[in-house]
């Protein structure tokens, strides 16, 4: 897929934003705000399963804890 070059003017608290959260994502700026734009026009659904899926693997140890093995397969 060609690449175009767009340049965009935003306050340094929005950049420094981007900056911090594209690094903690281990990726450059710009593929940070490419995923944000395609997830944005994208369906809303792939959104919320890809916060699901951040908020599980950050709460991965706590749910474990809470409901260990005994648990499994339980509804």
């Known amino acids: 897929?060609?690449?175009t070059q767009l340049n965009v003017r935003v306050d340094?608290?929005?950049?420094?934003a981007a900056r911090e959260r594209a690094l903690a994502?281990?990726?450059?700026v710009n593929r940070y705000i490419e995923e944000l734009v395609r997830k944005?026009?994208?369906?809303?659904g792939h959104t919320f399963v890809d916060a699901a899926a951040?908020?599980?693997k950050q709460y991965e140890s706590v749910f474990a804890e809470e409901f260990?093995?005994?648990?499994?397969?339980?509804r």
């Open 40 to 44: 944005d026009t994208g369906e809303v």
């Open 54 to 56: 951040d908020f599980m």
């Open 68 to 74: 260990g093995a005994e648990h499994e397969g339980r």
């Open 12 to 16: 340094e608290g929005t950049a420094r």
């Open 25 to 28: 994502r281990g990726m450059s």
């Open 1 to 3: 897929m060609a690449k």
